[in-house]
């Protein structure tokens, strides 16, 4: 494919991306396939000869889309939103046009400088305390993850080598591997998996914390569980609080928690993956206080501030931290200014080495929904919410489960787990809305997630009346099964 070529064909990727996203609705939201289905319709090796576009092209709707679950579609209400919008689905076009590979300043200055700058007005948006920032002489400073999980394992990770330095700067007789072995971390009973998976990477003990009835931890939770392990000759040394839990969008209670941390010399990471989106509101701005005492803060963009898949957005007072655990300089990636301020040395703030110029499709979003346009839709998420709230609550088969703060509704039908589950299979089979659950205090819980950037009220009353409709025949053939009985 020569430029002209390219030039043709890109026009017509672009139109039928743009038909894509304006009729999914038209769309079954989740396919039916199973799995395995994919390989029966494609060649078992790749063609020896060149195939054509139009070849390529024909073949989207035939063998791809058929397998996809359409995560942007107004219907799709499971997880959390899967961010995407025009100007990001630009930018990303030309951050692979542009095709660099930013592994340190020199590789490409502008992808280093605009992350830099981006990290800077987004933690300004979400009002971060100064220290947070880099600015141009600060000793914080923002990053651009892949991943809220890479987000954790990095500060984990961090925290990990600050405390080993810091226990054999005191106790010199003790090895790294004795240290190792007392190392403790914490989260809430509440937190994502991935928490937990880095402590499993990190090698490290990693203990639950329990929530309460909000399903929140609070500060007496954590000290209980501090004392219990430091009297044990354990070393606690991170505590990951999470602002918008996964399964039911709690808070941890972070003017409890920091100031335990801070006196205990343990690393607080925030994880507010889905709900740090919601901070640049003004009235939502009250659930991140506290992040003053935390070390590390991450939320996703690419959930839900409009800026595609991958985008997770990371800050840390000291960036000295992170570079302290990953700083490795071989000949090859030196580079005459490399002493020119480490805020720019990005390569030591991640697991990978190389990066995408993924802060093009930040500025594009930031520049051109602005500041005023993302807190609308921001706002406008959480009404739909509230809105499914209202409905489930004016029928009396149903309760609410946790508290609805924003984009998420935890809600299921008074019984059984059995008959939830039931109910979920109901809905999921029918694919005319996607759904998925959680568990909350034993019970079996389905999760309302308003997800699509197109979502609008009438999709919220279809799928309200279509789970209505579900339940009413599920309830009526089990109590004719009961009955039976």
Not at 90 to 106: K, P, Q, R, T
Not at 327 to 351: A, N, V
Not at 371 to 383: D, F, P, S
Request: aromatic content about 10%; proline content about 4%; some cysteine.
């Amino acid at each position: 494919m020569d430029a002209a070529e390219f030039r043709k064909r890109g026009k017509e990727m672009v139109d039928y991306v743009a038909d894509y996203l304006e009729k999914i609705e038209k769309r079954q939201v989740f396919p039916d396939v199973e799995p395995g289905y994919l390989r029966p319709l494609i060649a078992d090796c790749a063609p020896q000869d060149p195939e054509s576009f139009d070849d390529v092209f024909k073949d989207i709707e035939k063998i791809i889309m058929p397998g996809v679950t359409h995560w942007h579609s107004p219907y799709f209400f499971a997880y959390f939103p899967a961010a995407s919008s025009f100007p990001a689905l630009l930018a990303d076009m030309l951050c692979g046009g542009i095709g660099c590979v930013g592994f340190s300043w020199a590789a490409s200055p502008v992808c280093t400088e605009l992350e830099t700058v981006m990290l800077d007005w987004l933690g300004k948006m979400v009002n971060l305390p100064e220290e947070f920032l880099a600015g141009k002489d600060g000793q914080g400073g923002g990053v651009i993850q892949g991943s809220a999980s890479e987000a954790t394992l990095i500060a984990l990770l961090a925290a990990r080598t600050r405390t080993i330095r810091q226990v054999q700067s005191e106790n010199p007789e003790l090895t790294e591997a004795e240290i190792m072995g007392r190392l403790v971390a914490y989260a809430s009973d509440q937190a994502h998996s991935s928490v937990e998976r880095a402590g499993l990477i990190g090698a490290v003990k990693i203990k639950n914390v329990p929530s309460d009835d909000t399903f929140s931890v609070c500060g007496s939770a954590l000290k209980k569980v501090l004392d219990e392990d430091k009297a044990a000759g354990l070393i606690p040394f991170f505590f990951c609080a999470t602002l918008g839990t996964t399964s039911c969008c709690s808070f941890d209670k972070l003017l409890e928690l920091g100031p335990i941390c801070n006196k205990e010399n343990i690393w607080m990471h925030i994880d507010a993956a889905y709900a740090g989106s919601a901070f640049i509101c003004p009235e939502f701005r009250h659930l991140l206080n506290g992040v003053e005492f935390a070390d590390s803060f991450n939320f996703n963009p690419h959930k839900w501030l409009l800026v595609n898949f991958d985008c997770s957005a990371m800050w840390v007072k000291k960036r000295s931290d992170l570079i302290g655990a990953f700083k490795l300089e071989p000949l090859y990636l030196q580079h005459h200014h490399q002493e020119s301020g480490s805020s720019l040395w990005l390569q030591h703030w991640q697991i990978p080495l190389g990066r995408r110029f993924r802060s093009l499709k930040l500025w594009f979003v930031l520049r051109m929904y602005g500041v005023k346009g993302l807190q609308e839709h921001i706002r406008k998420h959480v009404r739909l919410s509230h809105q499914f709230e209202h409905l489930v609550l004016q029928d009396e088969r149903f309760e609410i489960c946790a508290e609805v703060v924003l984009g998420l509704v935890c809600f299921r039908l008074k019984g059984s787990n059995e008959l939830n589950k039931a109910l979920l299979k109901s809905i999921n089979d029918a694919k005319k809305i996607h759904l998925v659950p959680c568990h909350l205090q034993e019970k079996f819980v389905l999760r309302f997630a308003i997800c699509s950037r197109t979502v609008e009220s009438t999709h919220v009353k279809f799928a309200w009346q279509h789970i209505s409709q579900l339940a009413t025949d599920l309830l009526k053939t089990w109590e004719q099964n009961h009955q039976q009985q």
